[in-house]
């Protein structure tokens, strides 16, 4: 009833093709959540394009994107509306729908803290809300799983990333992370969650720091997956 009459008094709409949500649509139509271009990692989730990207680089459990990530497209209307839409409220319901999704498979089974990606700390106050924070509470939310924040600091670099050379960024991508509440996640299986992974970069240094606790198992999901090679 009261979903009713929300829905006539400020009636929603689709995040990517603007048309009308009816009562029981959250965030996208029917239509365009199935024209959704999914990976079905989570159906594979120990062995899959996105895992083959941290082989090599950190021990990793299990990882799984929901969709393919491609610029000037669906999937990047809706990441650029979690991010800067200013509705915080996209991210959670996102999360659920990935979790709702993926424990079918039991990409969930065993992993007991949530830690979403920390945006550094003066980004979290512009944009006042970390869309990844967000993805991870509706996770929480369907999959019964605690989200452990504070665990990670990111630290910020002054001066505009795009004016430095590329060798630079992915340094300080290295160094972006520093484990803040080692207690938190020790002796634990730890989803981290990010709203895009494109090289893997960031998700390596984070999973790095959260290694230092000991006796830490680590496994990613996220959103969208950008890497196209
Ligand atoms: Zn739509």
């Not at 941290?54 to 021990?59: A, D, K, V």
């Not at 996209?90 to 979403?116: H, K, M, N, Q, S």
């Amino acid at each position: 009833m009261l979903a009713r009459l929300i829905d006539t008094l400020a009636p929603r709409s689709c995040t990517i093709c603007g048309g009308r949500l009816t009562v029981t649509e959250e965030v996208m139509c029917a239509c365009c959540n199935q024209s959704l271009p999914r990976t079905g990692y989570a159906r594979n989730a120990c062995d899959n394009r996105l895992v083959r990207l941290f082989w090599g680089r950190i021990p990793i459990e299990r990882g799984a994107s929901l969709f393919f990530y491609k610029a000037h497209s669906d999937t990047s209307r809706l990441l650029y509306q979690l991010k800067y839409g200013g509705h915080p409220e996209t991210g959670e319901l996102l999360g659920r729908l990935v979790a709702d999704e993926f424990a079918a498979g039991g990409f969930f089974d065993g992993i007991t803290a949530l830690v979403p990606v920390p945006l550094a700390r003066q980004r979290e106050r512009e944009r006042g809300y970390n869309q990844s924070v967000e993805i991870a509470r509706g996770i929480s939310t369907a999959a019964g799983i605690p989200v452990v924040g504070d665990v990670l600091e990111r630290i910020s670099f002054h001066g505009s990333q795009t004016q430095k050379s590329r060798w630079e960024r992915n340094e300080n991508v290295e160094k972006a992370f520093r484990l803040t509440d080692a207690s938190a996640v020790r002796n634990r299986h730890v989803l981290l969650v990010d709203d895009v992974i494109t090289t893997g970069a960031t998700l390596v240094a984070a999973a790095r720091e959260l290694f230092k606790a000991g006796n830490v198992k680590v496994s990613v999901l996220s959103l969208g997956f950008a890497n196209n090679e």
